[in-house]
DNA sequence: ATGATTCTAGGACAATCGACCTAATATCAC
DNA sequence: GTGATATTAGGTCGATTGTCCTAGAATCAT
């Protein structure tokens, strides 16, 4: 098989196992065994986990930073596409429910681990950060709009957690129609041009 | 030494570690270095992992308990409580930056480990919930008490994990004053019986 | 087809994990 | 003080961890 080939399924599977177990609860036998190889042949893809970490974050930021664009290349209003980020809530509302928020969780471990790759999770949170702050300033929010977007951020993680804590509960849903409700109040008052959050 | 005594330090470190480091990357011969003693006497106290975990949650709950229902007894108005509350943000904002929340990260933690410990962390959710609801409902609010518990909650966490992944921004701060806001808010709208979140 | 290169399998390494055992020490009852 | 009990120290166990090595299989260029 092509080796790029076995590479993404090793990415896939390991960012799977990241995201379902935890990093340091994932070990190279159960990629390994999930990918369908041996050890062996998974120690000549990647030498070290920190590889296999920074290859399955690299992963996460391209598929995100894919999602956040196409968004914004079908012609969605800014308003529309924040919307859209806070819908990846209801979406995968059944993984949150099992696993939380794969940004979240993976970040957290890493900052108690005090590892290296936290930066690169870090980068996760900017790649939304930003994207979002953008959205707001189109929005004509060009004075607060890091701290709106910081605020949308620290509201989805909220759900996220609690939607872990309590998964037979409807709180994700009241959560995002809370949200969606508070965007409206915000794109209203673009208009008139006042009103604080 | 009282085999108490030694019991409640092992209970300690394990506490501190559990949150700094996390459980699975904490070993027996951690907490044992950290209190003082050797990895055979601290079998002696505790059988299993699992059994220290359980005692860390244990400790956690009683602590938590005690520390809301003090605000209660110390004649504080229901508004005032819940204010106490949000103001753990702040006088635990190093540690949280750090390490984030320990209530949420380490019920993150067990729910992909799949561990049987996540119902105890869950109980420490179920605590600051329902003690939170009941200040709700005092402050006349019996009808959405419960939404209004889940909202602070999952405000709450979601402005610790951001503040541990921008531990050098002031978004802690800013997010505490908001929610301090949105209570005077509600508060408000207790004697006008009407407006909604 | 043959040789060079790429890819894979499986074993081996030291280190560490949770768990367990035994012997020595400290504490206390009497 | 003496014996019973409670507590501690330190070694050991099998299993698992991340890492590494080597030999064989597959692929490809020529």
Redesign the pocket.
């Known amino acids: 098989?092509?080796?790029?080939a076995?590479r993404e399924k090793i990415v896939t599977a390991a960012d799977r196992l990241f995201y379902e177990r935890g990093f340091e609860a994932?070990?190279?036998?159960?990629v390994a065994e999930l990918v369908g190889?041996?050890?062996?042949?998974?120690?000549?893809?990647f030498?070290?986990?920190?590889e296999i970490l920074d290859a399955v974050i690299e992963r996460r930021i391209k598929d995100r930073h894919e999602m956040l664009e196409g968004w914004v290349d079908s012609n969605q209003t800014p308003k529309q596409c924040i919307a859209s980020f806070i819908g990846i809530l209801v979406m995968n509302n059944t993984k949150i429910r099992s696993f939380g928020c794969p940004v979240g969780t993976l970040f957290s471990e890493l900052a108690k681990l005090d590892h290296p790759g936290g930066s690169g999770a870090r980068e996760l949170f900017d790649l939304f950060r930003i994207w979002l702050r953008r959205r707001f300033e189109e929005m004509g929010r060009g004075q607060d709009a890091d701290a709106l977007a910081m605020h949308i951020l620290a509201r989805s993680q909220g759900a996220a957690t609690l939607a872990n804590a309590y998964p037979d509960e409807p709180f994700l849903e009241t959560e995002v129609a809370q949200m969606l409700a508070w965007l409206d109040a915000v794109a209203g008052s673009q208009d008139q041009n006042d009103e604080k959050d």
């Not at 190889?37 to 893809?45: A, L, P, Q």
């Open positions: 098989m092509a080796a790029s076995t994932t070990s190279f036998a159960g190889i041996s050890r062996g042949n998974f120690y000549y893809h030498r070290t986990k920190d």
